[in-house]
């Protein structure tokens, strides 16, 4: 059987919850370190995945690059100081972002042409979200065992 939307929306869900399960159980001390100044600590790392998840949905609604500047800043400013507040505003984002898609797209093939933050791509293409995920449960992992070295992912 060919990949097809469903397949494309699985992989979404799932790369989000493989990264939420590397945030899972984070100290309070955890939560807002960091190595060096100028990186994310875990909380400004979701809030970005924010941003990632209300840039995608505009580009997609829209046809028309979203300005990703006024998106963090929002993003920013509405995120909750609480982990559990940041966490449900994720979920949030990235539900509305996976609706979207699921109900404009049901049984259209992943060739589709839709817009990709504001160049011309095909529906297929949103898969490459996966890896933002992926490349951000990485950072939190390292958080993880700097401040932790007994922690174990498995």
Same mark, same amino acid.
């Given at each position: 059987?060919?990949?097809?939307?469903? #397949?494309?929306?699985?992989?979404? *869900?799932?790369?989000?919850?493989? /990264?939420?399960?590397?945030?899972? $159980?984070?100290?309070?001390?955890?939560?807002?370190?960091?190595?060096? %100044?100028?990186?994310?600590?875990?909380?400004? *790392?979701?809030?970005?995945?924010?941003? #990632?998840?209300? /840039?995608?949905? !505009?580009?997609?609604?829209? !046809?028309?690059?979203?300005?990703? =500047?006024?998106?963090?800043?929002?993003?920013?400013?509405?995120?909750?100081? =609480?982990?559990? !507040?940041?966490?449900?505003?994720?979920?949030?984002?990235? $539900?509305?972002?996976? #609706? /979207?898609?699921?109900?404009?797209?049901?049984?259209? %093939?992943?060739? *589709?042409?839709?817009?990709?933050?504001?160049?011309?791509?095909?529906? $297929?293409?949103?898969?490459?979200?996966? =890896?933002?995920?992926?490349?951000?449960?990485?950072?939190?992992? /390292?958080?993880?065992?700097? *401040? #932790?070295?007994?922690?174990?992912?498995?």
């Amino acid at each position: 059987m060919a990949y097809a939307l469903e #397949d494309l929306l699985h992989a979404l *869900t799932h790369s989000r919850a493989r /990264f939420l399960k590397h945030v899972d $159980g984070l100290s309070a001390d955890q939560w807002n370190w960091k190595p060096f %100044p100028q990186c994310k600590s875990v909380h400004e *790392t979701i809030v970005h995945l924010v941003a #990632d998840d209300r /840039f995608a949905l !505009g580009a997609l609604a829209t !046809g028309v690059k979203p300005d990703y =500047s006024a998106i963090v800043a929002a993003a920013e400013s509405e995120a909750p100081k =609480s982990r559990e !507040g940041v966490i449900a505003m994720l979920a949030d984002s990235h $539900g509305k972002l996976v #609706d /979207f898609v699921r109900s404009n797209f049901e049984g259209s %093939p992943l060739d *589709t042409p839709v817009s990709l933050y504001g160049t011309p791509g095909k529906l $297929g293409e949103l898969g490459h979200l996966c =890896s933002e995920d992926y490349y951000h449960a990485g950072q939190v992992a /390292f958080i993880r065992m700097a *401040t #932790d070295p007994g922690w174990n992912y498995y």
